[in-house]
Every structure is written in C-alpha cells, then in structure tokens.
C-alpha cells in the first residue's frame, strides 16, 4: 500500500504557472505507475496525465498536452506535475493517484488503487 499527499496547489491568474508535488510512502513506489486526476466543481473526475514505473515515458489529455509535464523522481518517492500556461478551465482539486499493478501507465481511474487528499487549483481569468 501506498501513501500520497500532494501539495503545491494554490491561486494563479490565467496564463501562470504551478507545480503540484506527491510524496508516497511505501518502498515499492518505484514498480508503479502514478496518474494525475483533477474534478472540477459540478463534474466528474477526469484523468489528466500518466506516466510509467520508470517515468522515460508520460501520457496526457488532450487538453493539457505541451502545457503540463509529468515527472517522477525513483529515489526520493516524489511525483511532480508542472503546469504551465493554465487557463480556468484548468480549475480543479488535483488528485495523484498510484496504480500497483501496472507499470506503463493508465488513463483509467479503477486501476488506481491508492489516492490523495486532492490540491486545490484555481485558475482566475
């Protein structure tokens, strides 16, 4: 089992940037493949992004493609998720979510077995 908290979320006006963080717990952290997942009020979670056991290969919606970039770091336990030119719409709680049992990512949210709190992140206009 692992344990996630992320941080970093916060108030930015459209066209800046942020960067969440996730700390895990658990020493096989490394074997699993981590997603973002955001919801927006009055909607359903949503993937945002993914990337592999090894972190040589990431995976992104649509929306947030060349804008956001995943990124893993093996040895301190860490997940980051830079997000740069944010526009409202980007407005969410950002949840990073851990998949055990799959190492080359997943845009599904059932196969995340573990989660966060969720960050909170505005996007004024």
């Known amino acids: 089992q692992v344990h996630l908290v992320e941080s970093g979320g916060g108030l930015v006006q459209a066209g800046g940037s942020l960067r969440l963080s996730c700390a895990a717990s658990g020493r096989t952290f490394r074997r699993y493949s981590m997603g973002w997942f955001r919801q927006a009020p009055g909607k359903e979670r949503e993937f945002v992004a993914t990337?592999?056991?090894?972190?040589?290969?990431?995976y992104y919606t649509s929306s947030v493609k060349g804008r956001f970039t995943f990124s893993r770091d093996n040895a301190e336990n860490m997940v980051y998720l830079q997000m740069n030119s944010l526009r409202p719409e980007d407005t969410a709680v950002y949840y990073c979510a851990a998949a055990p049992k799959c190492d080359s990512g997943s845009y599904y949210a059932r196969e995340y077995d573990c989660w966060g709190q969720g960050a909170q992140v505005t996007v004024s206009s």
């Open positions: 990337i592999t056991w090894s972190g040589d290969n990431a």
